[in-house]
């Protein structure tokens, strides 16, 4: 069974940084696209960053040049990296990846619990 496992969530002031980390265990073939979501209350779940198996990234615009995506393939491993927060980045944050289990060789869209983001003065 494959599971995915979000932490560094927090409460940030205006204008900080946070990183998150998503890491993913179980029996695993492969990993192919991974990222982060969110969802604010109240509003649906929203792209924030892609990154593919070959490290394009994809990023949704308010997030382009404050956030970084990055992976770390022999540690089954997604990050976010993200500076200048505003309050309107509140939200659960979702670690996602499509993953390719090594009992089934089928690949699986998976999700983390999420992580809570608070950004407040």
């Known amino acids: 069974q494959v599971q995915l496992v979000e932490s560094g969530g927090g409460l940030v002031q205006p204008g900080g940084s946070l990183r998150l980390s998503c890491a993913a265990s179980?029996?695993?073939?492969?990993?192919?696209?991974m990222g982060w979501y969110r969802q604010a209350p109240g509003k649906e779940r929203e792209l924030v960053a892609l990154?593919?198996?070959?490290?394009?990234?994809n990023y949704l615009e308010s997030a382009r040049g404050r956030f970084t995506i990055s992976r770390d393939n022999a540690k089954n491993a997604v990050y976010l990296q993200m500076n200048s927060l505003k309050p309107e980045d509140t939200a659960v944050y979702y670690c996602?990846?499509?993953?390719?289990?090594?009992?089934?060789?089928?690949?699986?869209?998976?999700w983390g619990h999420g992580t809570q983001v608070t950004v407040s003065s």
């Open positions: 990154v593919s198996s070959g490290g394009s990234t």
């Open positions: 179980g029996s695993i073939f492969s990993i192919n696209t």
């Open positions: 996602n990846a499509y993953i390719v289990p090594l009992t089934t060789r089928l690949g699986v869209w998976s």
